[in-house]
């Protein structure tokens, strides 16, 4: 386990900062904003990211990925942060991946698995049910009928669900246990609502109604597919919070560059001593966010057993920091904070929509609690 | 010797020559093992744990041999700390020499110098104390007006320190002095190491809110400091004192992250908890979580910091921030026993020697984001080096 990132990570970090402020600049999110984009991301740029070979990322090379680990995708994740970049990265590469990686069979392995490296789908996680993330209540139920299954209920903003070709539904079983069930949006009995948010992503509801489902769709490959389950949650929690914390550095850099810029009486504003101490303790917060989700992913990677508790950690505390920074961003930016031609309140938006995903910092402290026997 | 054998061979001699009484967590400040010419040892273990552990030169692992020191790798020297920590061995000896002075002499000092003092701090047969505050010059230091005229051989001192810590129980003591009276204020004041025990130096013990009195004021009245006992040249001081006040934050940093009591086991104490032992109060539970979560990143960031700095990417005024966090971070934890705790924790005097430790340890939780440069006075060196803002 390490801090410090080796030579294939500082290339990874440094030409994916590259590559995004190319391709994918704040500019891109007004411009799929304004244009009402359907979808909420860019096609062109998801294929992209499969030319960068950072699709494939938690694939592995039989399958055609790069097979690169969690503190990989974190670091793509944190550089899409900076750029407010929207894409199907998150839900695709990281999340199915996972999915497949923990509960795949190795057919459903060989047929999704170079599909998802290449680039050639967008697969969305239909997970919660409620207003809050609650991973415990599931009522979607997957019915065993004859040799496939009836699902019938409802998920709420399943992000990427405007543009999914598939979908991977948490449902449970006869047994109560929670599974893991491919569906086609476009199948009988599926219907779907978008719902456009706050930070310009399009996720949607999704109802079930009696929908029938062949027996591979369940992805029966784990031997206890409720811990697969868990696993994959604390993957995206580690992720997600990568990309918070892209999101509060970016936040934090533009203000301070504004502050430096902007003069009031007769000096730069950044010399006030208020201005100074807030700035001085954020970067202390971000410091104390970038190693817990450094040592998220790391651990994800190297000591999975020993993940859970990082995840969660990480996942709050990215998720504090992120919206704290975006908000501090906004007051010390004064009135142009608050305009829509400034950044700052696209920053401060997507830090609440990234920290809702996966569950808020009060929810994973509470996950800490829990975990630490409290 | 290979990292292996090296595991090896300390873990056999800890468990052979590590004394019972030291493989106990530390319970109270009589657990600290100071050293100096008037230390009293509060058990002959401590006594055989510190010559034990001084004739390897290991009170100071890193250190040359030749002063003392264990002489071993950064490596070897974390193979003996997990060692220890596996049999849950106390440190043999803590000591301002050790944190703040030894380094800066290892930087600064002759090689008469290092010989002379080194060694007598790695044995724990010397203690230091700290004279840089004066009463007009706190944050403000480099204000300071103690001084000191060249006489010959000597410096002759006078003026005044304030909050020296440990003054009265130390032998020697490290000061700022103001020598050269015409150089602008950065460039006139010297580091100079002065012996107690003599008439001109006196102390007076200030009572704190933890009902105990750590620390001193310390009066120079016609005070001789020899002039082969100043560190670096005359007018260097400012730069030796900012060099070792770094060392100084990453000690009281260290110390603050150290773990003593938490607000669960506090819970546990009060008897706080459900049947099924989870804390009562979910508000409070909900504090302490987010502590959790503080104390782990910090911990994490502590680490990351180590591990950039040996590829060589310097703590700097980095350090600034980590005491930051850190102190406020360990003022958190206390005031959280504190609730945990409720009435329990108010406990000041009673039968029970441990009465009044909790609050005791609360109260002087307080000063960690004083002592060493305040919280206040950090932000501003955060703004000021490592965001590059600018300076008032
Ligand atoms: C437990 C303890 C042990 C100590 N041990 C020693 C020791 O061994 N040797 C030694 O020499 N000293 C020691 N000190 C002294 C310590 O270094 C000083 O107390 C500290 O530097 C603050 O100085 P002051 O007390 O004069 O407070 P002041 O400087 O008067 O500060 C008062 C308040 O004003 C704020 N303030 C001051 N300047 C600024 C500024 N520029 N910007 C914003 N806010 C500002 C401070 O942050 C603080 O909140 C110790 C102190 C404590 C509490």
Redesign the pocket.
């Known amino acids: 386990m390490s801090f410090v990132l080796n030579e294939d990570e500082q290339m990874l970090r440094d030409s994916a900062r590259a590559f995004l402020a190319e391709s994918a600049p704040v500019t891109a999110l007004r411009a799929l904003r304004d244009e009402k984009s359907p979808t909420g991301f860019s096609s062109e740029l998801w294929s992209s990211f499969a030319e960068m070979g950072w699709s494939g990322v938690l694939v592995s090379e039989d399958h055609g990925g790069v097979d690169m680990g969690y503190a990989a995708a974190g670091l793509v994740l944190e550089e899409m942060g900076r750029t407010l970049a929207s894409s199907p990265f998150l839900s695709t590469s990281v999340l199915a991946a996972t999915a497949f990686n923990l509960a795949g069979t190795d057919a459903q392995k060989s047929k999704w698995l170079p599909r998802i490296a290449a680039g050639e789908t967008v697969i969305a996680i239909a997970l919660d049910e409620r207003a809050r993330h609650n991973p415990d209540h599931i009522e979607t139920r997957a019915k065993k009928d004859g040799n496939g299954f009836v699902l019938s209920g409802k998920k709420r903003f399943v992000n990427e669900g405007a543009g999914a070709d598939l979908l991977i539904v948490v449902a449970r079983m006869d047994d109560d246990q929670i599974g893991l069930f491919m569906v086609d949006p476009k199948a009988n009995g599926v219907s779907r609502e978008d719902r456009r948010t706050v930070d310009s992503h399009v996720p949607a509801d999704f109802t079930f109604d009696d929908v029938k489902l062949d027996g591979d769709a369940f992805l029966s490959g784990a031997d206890d597919s409720d811990a697969a389950y868990r696993r994959l949650l604390d993957a995206g929690r580690a992720c997600q919070a990568a990309e918070s914390l892209g999101v509060a550095e970016q936040a934090f850099d533009d203000t301070i560059a504004y502050i430096s810029e902007r003069e009031q009486f007769g000096v730069p504003i950044s010399s006030f001593?208020g201005l100074q101490h807030r700035a001085a303790h954020l970067l202390g917060e971000l410091e104390l966010a970038r190693s817990l989700v450094r040592r998220a992913l790391t651990t994800l990677d190297t000591q999975p057993s020993q993940a859970p508790l990082w995840c969660v950690a990480a996942k709050a505390k990215a998720t504090q920091v992120s919206r704290l920074a975006a908000a501090e961003g906004i007051q010390m930016h004064g009135g142009v904070g608050m305009t829509d031609e400034y950044d700052i309140g696209l920053y401060y938006k997507r830090a609440q929509a990234a920290g809702e995903f996966l569950g808020d910092d009060a929810f994973n402290a509470g996950e800490v609690a829990r975990m630490s026997g409290y | 010797m290979s990292l292996e054998n090296f595991r090896k061979e300390t873990k056999d001699w800890l468990e052979a020559n590590c004394p019972q009484g030291m493989r106990q967590p530390i319970k109270s400040e009589a657990d600290i093992c100071w050293g100096g010419r008037n230390w009293t040892f509060a058990s002959e273990d401590q006594k055989v744990w510190l010559e034990r552990m001084a004739e390897r030169g290991w009170t100071l692992p890193t250190w040359p041999k030749e002063y003392g020191g264990g002489g071993l790798s950064k490596e070897e020297a974390f193979v003996l700390k997990e060692e220890m920590k596996a049999i849950n061995a106390r440190s043999p000896l803590d000591s301002?020499g050790i944190w703040m002075l030894g380094p800066a002499l290892l930087k600064y000092g002759t090689h008469e110098q290092k010989l002379e003092f080194l060694p007598p701090i790695a044995r724990g047969e010397i203690r230091w104390?700290?004279?840089?505050?004066e009463p007009g010059?706190?944050?403000?230091?480099v204000s300071l007006r103690t001084k000191g005229v060249l006489e010959g051989d000597h410096y002759t001192v006078n003026g005044q320190?304030?909050?020296?810590?440990?003054?009265d129980k130390s032998d020697w003591i490290f000061a700022l002095v103001r020598t050269e009276a015409d150089a602008p204020k950065y460039n006139g004041i010297s580091f100079l190491l002065i012996d107690m025990d003599q008439p001109g130096v006196t102390t007076k013990p200030i009572k704190?809110i933890s009902g105990k009195s750590?620390?001193c004021e310390t009066f120079f009245d016609d005070a001789k400091a020899l002039v082969k006992n100043r560190v670096g040249e005359a007018g260097q001081g400012w730069e030796i004192a900012k060099y070792l006040l770094s060392h100084e934050r990453a000690g009281i940093v260290s110390e603050a992250a150290f773990g003593g009591l938490n607000p669960v086991t506090a819970a546990h104490q009060s008897g706080e908890v459900d049947a099924d032992g989870k804390m009562s109060d979910p508000i409070l539970r909900g504090d302490v979580a987010r502590l959790t979560i503080d104390g782990l990143a910090f911990d994490a960031t502590m680490r990351r910091v180590k591990e950039e700095a040996d590829h060589g990417e310097g703590v700097g005024a980095r350090a600034s921030l980590l005491k930051y966090m850190g102190t406020e971070l360990n003022k958190r934890r206390n005031e959280l026993n504190m609730s945990a705790l409720g009435y329990d924790g108010l406990l000041w005097e009673g039968e029970k020697e441990s009465d009044g430790e909790v609050a005791r340890s609360w109260l002087?939780s307080r000063?960690n984001s004083?002592?060493?440069?305040?919280?206040?006075?950090n932000l501003?060196i955060v703004a000021k080096r490592v965001l590059n803002l600018p300076g008032?």
């Open positions: 001593q | 301002f104390c700290q004279g840089y505050s010059a706190g944050s403000d230091l320190k304030v909050w020296t810590s440990y003054a704190l750590p620390f002087r000063a004083i002592e060493g440069g305040t919280s206040e006075i501003n008032a």
